[in-house]
């Protein structure tokens, strides 16, 4: 297993888009910076009225949409360049259980994503409370400790997402079909819940992946579009089923398949 785990990691170290996802991933710190610059500036250049009812979103929810899609290609990538190119088969020609191969590319990703989740999302928050300081009424004067569950929680759902992506790479043996799906559930599937009549709005949208992180740690300081009926213990359950399903049906498939 270890030699096997070394492959994979060797690997991820020699494909530049493995090297460019993360620094995709990463890039969301930046983005974060320039979010809070602009919100800075236009709270400095408004009336002290204007100031008064002045809000802004978390900064940290918003940009996490990057690293989430950026390490979710690269767990479909894991395993669905490895079918473009026919690799695979020499894979599992030195591997012929299979099963070491998927949980060796899990890992990999898995830790990938454990690193660069709290990187961007910490990151943010940092640099958004050097930026923002007392404005909006002090959103990013909260103490940290207050703050750590949320964090934590936008965190762990980068690492859910890659584990997610190989999942769905390994499910469907297609890039374009399991980027799409990914996608799909971050942006398309929650716009069309949010149209639902209630209450299947909230129940549903409670659902997605996006609303998890808020519902785990209980905080709502900030009004979201998505659903909060779970209660904590549910939702941290709904996440873990999001990144390990997905990957046990992949084996599950593989161990079937001819290829």
């Known amino acids: 297993m270890r030699d096997v785990l070394s492959a994979e990691w060797l690997k991820f170290r020699s494909v530049r888009s493995s090297r460019l996802t993360v620094l995709l991933a990463l890039g969301g710190v930046l983005l974060g910076a320039g979010l809070a610059q602009m919100a800075a500036g236009m709270y400095d250049s408004a009336s002290p009225a204007q100031q008064a009812r002045a809000s802004v979103a978390e900064l940290e929810e918003v940009v996490l949409m990057l690293p989430l899609l950026a390490l979710g290609v690269l767990g479909v990538l894991a395993m669905t360049s490895e079918y473009a190119t026919g690799l695979i088969r020499s894979s ?8 070491p191969v998927l949980t060796a590319k899990a890992a990999v990703v898995g830790l990938i994503g454990l690193v660069t989740g709290p990187a961007v999302v910490f990151g943010t928050h940092v640099v958004c ?8 009424g002090g959103l990013y004067q909260t103490p940290f400790t207050d703050k750590l569950p949320l964090l934590a929680a936008f965190a762990l759902t980068v690492p859910a997402f890659a584990l997610l992506g190989l999942g769905l790479g390994t499910i469907l043996r297609s890039t374009a079909g399991a980027i799409a799906l990914l996608v799909g559930l971050v942006y398309v599937i929650p716009m069309i819940v949010s149209k639902f009549p209630a209450p299947w709005d909230e129940w549903l949208g409670s659902v997605m992946i996006i609303a998890l992180p808020r519902q785990i740690s209980g905080d ?3 009004p979201g579009i998505y659903g909060t009926s779970l209660p904590p213990w549910a939702a941290a ?8 399903l997905p990957v046990l049906a992949g084996l599950w498939l593989l161990r079937r398949r001819d290829v």
């Open 92 to 99: 599992f020609t030195m591997v012929p259980r299979r099963w």
């Open 129 to 136: 409370r050097w930026i923002i300081g007392d404005r909006f």
């Open 220 to 222: 709502f300081t900030t």
């Open 237 to 244: 359950g709904l996440l873990a089923a999001y990144a390990l």
